[in-house]
């Protein structure tokens, strides 16, 4: 049984972040499979009847995925020898990534008191929000590219309307002959709402706790550029930029000047003028 955790990405072994997750779609995107997370894990102690060396059966795993045609979320059993795990390179910062993951507590008052009212997301997000997808054409004997977002699959920002326990938790959870985890599932299910645009309405479904990371905007930080904006006013901010012919000498802050602010899905993009670079 691979190491597979709750939690974690995973998705078909054609993925193109199989190979790379900087890698684009190059072909038709609309046969790229879904990025899903890991909801349930099922390990196997039975063998395989029709194995002559007491073949081990493989496990399964739970995956769930945002479907962006009927903007609700789809989970399917896959054998593990079917997929294969997704590295989430927007988690590179080690401090950033340990910060996420919060402990949980086991008590469901707490956990509503954590949670109710807080906006979430799909741990999948991420790493959905950064596909892209390139074409090509010719113009005699050069070739020019164009590359785009691709956008299928992204989960929305939910907000947590209530917090229950999994009644199906304990069922079949341990093998009753020695003890050891048999299923391994979430304690704790976010009951979340969210604008559903292929009905024009509200949806709402029960997500466990496990599969999804809080969205946090810093609204004081925002407030403080917005009036940047409007005053026309230069921030100050960390890069280091060297003099040319002068190895022990350095600039170590620059000046730049906020011209929008950007918000993809649950990260915010500041978009903003070096004012000495003119970039």
């Known amino acids: 049984m691979s190491n597979f955790q709750i939690g974690d990405l995973i998705s ?20 790229t499979p879904p990025i899903m997370v890991v909801t349930e894990i099922l390990k196997q102690n039975k063998f395989n009847p029709d194995s002559e060396n007491e073949e081990k059966l493989l496990g399964q795993v739970l995956g769930t995925f945002y479907n962006s045609k009927n903007c609700n979320y789809e989970k399917f059993w896959f054998n593990i020898d079917e997929i294969t795990p997704i590295t989430n390179a927007e988690k590179e910062n080690i401090e950033e990534d340990i910060a996420g993951k919060k402990t949980v507590s086991t008590e469901l008052t707490a956990v509503k008191n954590e949670y109710k009212g807080k906006q979430v997301i799909l741990n999948t997000a991420d790493a959905e929000l950064g596909k892209k997808k390139i074409s090509w054409s010719e113009e005699g004997d050069k070739e020019k590219f164009r590359t785009e977002s691709y956008m299928d699959f992204l989960p929305p920002v939910m907000t947590v309307i209530d917090v229950v326990e999994n009644s199906k938790f304990l069922k079949d959870r341990r093998d009753p002959k020695d003890g050891t985890l048999k299923k391994d599932s979430c304690k704790f299910l976010l009951k979340c709402k969210w604008f559903n645009p292929s009905k024009q309405s509200f949806s709402e479904d029960f997500i466990p706790i496990n599969i999804v990371e809080e969205v946090i905007f ?14 026309s006013k230069l921030f100050k901010i960390p890069k280091i930029t060297p003099f040319e012919g002068h190895t022990k000498s350095q600039i170590n802050n620059t000046l730049v000047e906020i011209i929008n602010i950007i918000l993809l899905n649950h990260k915010i993009r500041i978009v903003y003028s070096d004012y000495f670079s003119k970039k």
Do not use: R, V
């Not at 810093?218 to 005053?231: A, C, P, Y």
């Open 12 to 31: 078909l072994k054609n993925h193109p972040y199989s190979l790379n997750q900087k890698t684009k779609i190059g072909a038709n995107a609309l046969m």
């Open 218 to 231: 810093d609204q004081e930080k925002i407030d403080i550029i917005q009036l940047g904006m409007s005053g």
